[in-house]
């Protein structure tokens, strides 16, 4: 399994993009780490088209997927597997043209827990690569947090598109020292 995604964040972009794909105008990305609870929380929301009954169903088998560009989808699967490998548990839920939530909780300090990785790349690409779309990115350590929403900086920026050279590489800065100041010296 980790030869495919080694990380995380992979997993977060792959299952990212199906809202993407799934029409959502929102798509809300949080990751909780909590050591006390020895838990490492994410989950994925949107506002997108949904599931029927039936594809939730099958939803965690690798060899099922709705797109028309691949046989197999294999984010969800590995969610699912790389979360419960670690003693932690998965849940998805989705309603018909109201949206999908997806959960995985991992053992944060457990031996077989994939390492969280490049969440600047992910949420970086995920923004300038879906400019009409926004995202709401909440990175929390304990007690620090940070929250990055895209409706935030479109309110500022105005008619100015995110993935406007000066515009991304502002955002990738604020993601990179944001999400450094709330880790700490922890290592995701």
Not at 76 to 84: I, L, S, T, Y
Not at 88 to 98: D, L, M, P, Q, R
Not at 155 to 165: F, K, Q, R, S, T
Request: aromatic share 8%; hydrophobic share 35%.
């Amino acid at each position: 399994m980790s030869d495919i995604l080694p990380e995380i964040a992979l997993t977060i972009l792959d299952i990212a993009q199906n809202s993407v794909r799934a029409e959502a105008k929102l798509t809300e990305i949080e990751v909780v780490a909590d050591t006390a609870a020895d838990t490492l929380r994410v989950s994925i929301k949107d506002n997108g088209c949904g599931m029927t009954k039936e594809q939730l169903e099958k939803v965690t088998d690798p060899f099922f997927t709705t797109r028309t560009t691949r046989d197999i989808g294999l984010g969800v699967p590995f969610f699912k597997q790389g979360a419960e490998m670690t003693g932690g548990s998965f849940e998805i839920t989705s309603e018909e043209n109201v949206g999908t939530t997806t959960t995985a909780v991992y053992g944060l300090s457990h031996i077989d827990r994939m390492p969280l990785g490049d969440m600047v790349f992910t949420v970086h690409t995920l923004v300038t690569y879906n400019n009409d779309k926004d995202f709401i990115y909440t990175h929390r350590v304990d007690d620090k947090e940070f929250v990055l929403d895209t409706r935030e900086f479109r309110e500022i920026m105005g008619d100015v598109p995110l993935n406007e050279p000066e515009v991304s590489d502002y955002i990738k800065g604020y993601l990179t020292e944001n999400i450094k100041e709330v880790n700490g010296e922890k290592v995701l």
